[in-house]
């Protein structure tokens, strides 16, 4: 009952501050005026609105298109400023799911306390709030980076794994892969940190001194084969997420279309045999999957050497510059973020396998581990008195 009482406050503190988080960026959505990077998202996401589909900006996979399509009016207002704000409608939101998210992270990992911190610091991150009323693609991305991570550590804190928050994290990690190209190079790291916590969430945990435990643990094969069971129905699920949602917003999209558009945005980047792939591809492959690979090529001769200028302190180079992202990480990192490294983080919380005698009482377990037998006192079944019954 003590975890029961405790779970209310917090959960009324964080709708508050996700609330709070919401208004914030809606603020932010009305006021502020469109930056150089959203009249390319707003013209991707007004083709996907009056059906002409997804025929251009191939650099960004369709989510951040979907959500900015769905705010548009019927018809495009007047003004650019107009259609930028009906673009946003649906992003201030985003911003409110992260506080969420990162709140119930961190209560599931270290107690309400650090879950309200944890979501107080999202709040008042001011990369976080800046990037929250834009049509972009970063904030969509570290939502549904949360979102996959928060699911999986609940997948793997009892002593079975549940499949269905396995699946749940598959799917926002699905959501990931749509939003941003790179999301796609870390599932490989993303599944073998899967695996590992599934093999462990099925080890039992420390009790406390004096308490027999009863020999519960799985043999250590079929500990490996349930963790590799349960990451691959993570990761199907993931790419039937991703498969999905491209297929599902390329479906009214003409395929000469499509391949006009392929043409019109990867022959000027990526150039002509490249481009051939890709008209080919598009020819006959599933559409959402054509769309995907051809924004992989985009992206990938984008970023060649020499075809976009870096600026990095005082200094521009074609090349790049080998402490860009080191120093742009340490810069941009949200607060939030930095809780993560400290010794706080690994501390058992409520209801974990290795949270101790008070913690165990409220988790499941026998009678001898500090809970209350049918019938009886808790005083009479909690202690050491207990441990020898």
């Known amino acids: ?27 932010g959505r009305r006021t502020a005026w469109t930056t150089v990077d959203e009249p390319v998202h707003l013209a991707a996401a007004r083709e996907l609105a009056d059906g002409r589909g997804v025929v251009s900006n191939f650099e960004h996979p369709v989510l951040m ?40 992270w961190a209560r599931r990992l270290a107690g309400p306390v650090a879950g309200a911190g944890a979501a107080v610091l999202v709040l008042a991150d001011p990369t976080l709030r ?5 049509v972009q693609s970063d904030l969509l991305l570290a939502v549904c980076l949360v979102w996959a991570g928060f699911l999986l550590d609940a997948a793997a804190r009892g002593r079975r794994v549940d499949l269905r928050l396995a699946a749940a994290s598959g799917a926002a990690y699905g959501l990931a892969l749509v939003s941003k190209y790179s999301a796609l190079p870390f599932l490989p790291v993303f599944l073998a940190v899967a695996a590992l916590r599934f093999a462990r969430a099925r080890r039992p945990g420390p009790v406390p001194a004096g308490v027999r435990r009863k020999r519960t ?14 990451t691959a129905l993570l990761g199907a699920t993931a790419l039937a997420t991703a498969v999905f949602v491209q297929e599902a917003t390329l479906h009214g999209t003409p395929r000469e279309r499509l391949r006009a ?28 999957v054509a769309a995907y690979v051809t924004g992989l090529s985009y992206v990938r001769a984008a970023a060649a050497p020499g075809a976009r200028y870096n600026y990095f302190l005082g200094e521009v180079s074609g090349e790049g510059h080998p402490l860009y992202f080191v120093t742009a990480l340490l810069v941009k990192a949200p607060a939030g973020c930095w809780p993560g490294f400290s010794p706080v983080s690994r501390f058992p919380g409520p209801g974990s396998p290795g949270a101790g005698p008070r913690s165990a009482g409220a988790g499941p377990g026998p009678p001898s581990a500090g809970r209350s037998s049918p019938g009886r006192s808790p005083s009479r079944t909690s202690g050491p008195r207990a441990s020898r019954t």
């Open 1 to 27: 009952m003590r975890g029961g009482r405790g779970v209310k406050p917090f959960a009324v503190v964080l709708v508050l501050l996700a609330a709070v988080a919401v208004a914030a960026a809606e603020a």
């Open 65 to 104: 298109k979907v959500v900015s399509a769905a705010g548009l009016a019927s018809r495009p207002p007047g003004l650019i400023v107009e259609e930028t704000r009906d673009g946003r409608r649906l992003f201030p939101w985003l911003l409110g799911l992260l506080v969420l998210g990162a709140g119930l």
């Open 130 to 134: 800046g990037h929250a009323p834009l």
């Open 217 to 230: 643990g799985l043999p250590s094969r079929v500990r490996a084969v349930s963790a590799v069971a349960a």
């Open 261 to 288: 558009g392929i043409a019109r945005s990867l022959l000027p980047v990526a150039g002509e045999a490249p481009t051939r792939e890709a008209l080919d591809r598009a020819a006959s492959a599933p559409k959402g």
